[in-house]
């Protein structure tokens, strides 16, 4: 190992995937692994939290074998640095990650690094897109968070604005489950709103006009007094009509954020960024504006380990190791300051 | 003995379910557990945000459906230190309750609202304040019906002083069941 550039290995389990990877200096993608629990809580409509922790007790020592053994990772120790997600997400979920990371750096002697899930997401667009221009916008979406982040250079965001009630993702996953459209909501809403119109019901923009926090609560209301109202209406309608709504209102204050900060483009990260719609949204209101879109592979957007430990190769070089008493925290911030943009 | 009482009051907008809410924050104190009950669309982030709002917490209460469980700190509520709203919507076991602390977090002081808790109401203890939501009616889209009912020792007797808040959604007509 001693004549090859130090690894790093990136563990994460803070919600519903198990998953490991190898990154090479350079955020240099060796290997990427993930298992998904999503066919397990499919059933349940949702994450379970006590089945989700089970599950990555259960996946976690394959996976990692396998990321190791995928990145030709077989030197004593095999990485030179072991970054793991320490918060947000579940509890349980994030100690199994946590706990294994600080058991594999103590036996191979290696240092330790907790990640911001966040801040891991922000950087799962600069694997895809290494040379990127700062200032950017970053619209990060998924099913635990909703936030416009303008990214000043790596390491240095300020939170322009984040949802009030919901985040999208949680959204599609309430929406899906009333339509009976299953588990994870995002794709299964996705793929019925393909043949829907989606003018057909006109849903609320909430604030769509206004600043840069989001609401989506009221938009799932509307959802379900437009279904108890009209109880024959078309699923791929509603379906497609609700995706509709959400994309309007993400585009239009992500493209306000681009402008008003002088943004060189706008990032779509987190798992709702996988959506088609808003995919295509996003690339045609960049084009229009004259801006980059930085539209990670689908991927990237999703939970990932190579995100974890792009992140924590930055964060050893910037702020050093993590100390081994590091806990997990559910509610772990960006420690963003609010941002001063005119509205 | 203590049994349960309940009044009931209707409030026309998601406005009104909000000071609705905000009346109610004013009789609970340090201790108390509060059961949000209503399905989707009901008014319950209305509710929670309302009621968190009138403990003194700064910045938007988010839903807690991600996280299971939300803590804010409450720098104005009298005894009340903490504001802690937990959503059992995605919990499949009830001992999976149990992993989330509630009744620790009330003993140091918290008051805890619980979103789907009627769900965990067998473990959650003798002692709580259950609201219900039931959306819609004859009067429109937007009216919502609010049941308020006490039971075990802890707010036995307390249906004046919670009847006195909700002055403003009243006349009530509480009913008395023995258990």
Known sequence: MSDQAPLVLGIETSCDETAAAVVAPGRDVLSSVVASQADVHARFGGVVPELAGRAHLELLVPVIAEALERAGADGHPPVAAVAVTSGPGLMGSLLVGLSHAKALSMAWAVPFVGVNHLEGHLFASLLDHPDLEWPLVVLLVSGGHTMLVLVEGLGRYRLLGQTLDDAAGEAFDKVARFLGLGYPGGPAVDRVAAGGDPTAFAFPRAMAAQGYDFSFSGLKTAVVRAVEREPLASTPDVAASFQEAVVDVLVAKARRAVAATGSRGLCLAGGVAANSLLRARVEAACAEDGVAALVPSRAMCTDNAAMIAAAGQWRLAHGGPSPLDLGADPNLGLALSQATVKQ | ?179
């Open chain 2, 1 to 179: 003995m203590s049994g349960r009482w309940a009044l009931s009051a209707r409030t026309d907008d998601a406005a009104a379910t909000r000071a609705f809410a905000a009346a109610l924050a004013q009789v609970v104190r340090a201790g108390d557990l509060v059961l949000l009950v209503g399905g989707l669309g009901a008014g319950k982030t209305v509710f929670a945000q309302g009621f968190g709002a009138a403990l003194g917490v700064e910045g938007p209460v988010t839903s807690p459906t991600f996280t299971l469980v939300r803590q804010y700190r409450c720098p104005a509520a009298g005894d009340v230190e903490l504001f802690v709203h937990a959503d059992l919507y995605r919990l499949d076991h009830l001992r999976e309750v149990g992993d989330l602390a509630l009744p620790e977090l009330l003993a140091e002081g918290a008051v805890a609202l619980v979103e789907w808790g009627d769900a965990g109401a067998p473990v959650l203890g003798a002692s709580a304040l259950e609201v219900v939501i039931a959306p819609g009616g004859p009067e429109g889209p937007d009216t919502r019906t609010i049941t308020v009912s006490g039971r075990g020792p802890r707010w036995a007797g307390r249906l004046g002083q919670v009847a006195a808040a909700l002055e403003g959604f009243g006349p009530f007509e509480p009913e008395y069941t023995a258990t």
